[in-house]
T-cell receptor
Framework: EAGVAQSPRYKIIEKRQSVAFWCNPI?????LYWYQQILGQGPKLLIQFQNNGVVDDSQLPKDRFSAERLKGVDSTLKIQPAKLEDSAVYLC???????????????FGEGSRLTVL | GDSVTQMEEPVTLSEEAFLTINCTYTATGYPSLFWYVQYPGEGLQLLLK?????DKGSNKGFEATYRKETTSFHLEKGSVQVSDSAVYFC???????????FGDGTTLTVKP
């Protein structure tokens, strides 16, 4: 079974530029998550999708971050314009369960490391 | 809101030493509890989990018991190996909201 795929693995941009990250979850997984992991910290949830609908985006800085999962499969996270404090690893995860059914386990991709100069 | 607190200082042990990494949580309701591990250069992966009070999760010689009375889920291993060197994350799943919250991770280095 293929795991969660993410691209690009690394990206370096200047502040105020834009960047997009792509994620393809494990086939059949209904729930998809984007996390931000700043160096030395644990993953922080940005947005959670169930199929193609948003379940939770309360921690997403909507003035600069956007995310979509149009067909309920793969997803794109965009940052525009980027700030220095956006330097982090952006993790995509998926799970087979639906939000609230408590099945639990998250399957993570290897992450996309963003450096903003 | 939900939160997870784990020891943040890096842990350095000699091979075959006993390991404990502390984890405590704050949550409403009855969360499920997890330990995830991140080996160098790899993504996070599930190490073990427990879904209700007094459950013990175990895998690869690691164990953790869900203690509701102390809101804790401490990770233990009786004899660590060099290959256990990694970052360990404690996490909880709010089963009502379907939302996971992570601690800040503990780096374990095992020396031969």
């Amino acid at each position: 079974e293929a795991g969660v795929a993410q691209s690009p693995r690394y990206k370096i941009i200047e502040k105020r530029q834009s960047v997009a990250f792509w994620c393809n979850p494990i086939s059949g997984h209904a729930t998809l998550y984007w996390y931000q992991q700043i160096l030395g910290q644990g993953p922080k949830l940005l947005i959670q999708f169930q199929n193609n609908g948003v379940v939770d985006d309360s921690q997403l800085p909507k003035d600069r971050f956007s995310a979509e999962r149009l067909k309920g499969v793969d997803s794109t996270l965009k940052i525009q314009p980027a700030k220095l404090e956006d330097s982090a690893v952006y993790l995509c995860a998926s799970s087979s369960g639906l939000a609230g059914d408590g099945t639990g386990e998250l399957f993570f991709g290897e992450g996309s490391r963003l450096t903003v100069l | 809101g939900d939160s997870v607190t784990q020891m943040e200082e890096p842990v350095t042990l000699s091979e075959e030493a006993f390991l404990t990494i502390n984890c405590t949580y704050t949550a409403t309701g009855y969360p499920s509890l997890f330990w995830y591990v991140q080996y160098p250069g790899e993504g996070l992966q599930l190490l073990l989990k427990a879904t209700k009070a007094d459950d013990k999760g175990s895998n690869k010689g690691f164990e953790a018991t869900y203690r509701k009375e102390t809101t804790s889920f401490h990770l233990e291993k009786g004899s660590v190996q060099v290959s256990d060197s990694a970052v360990y994350f404690c996490a909880l799943l709010n089963t009502n909201a379907g939302k996971s919250t992570f601690g800040d991770g503990t780096t374990l280095t095992v020396k031969p």
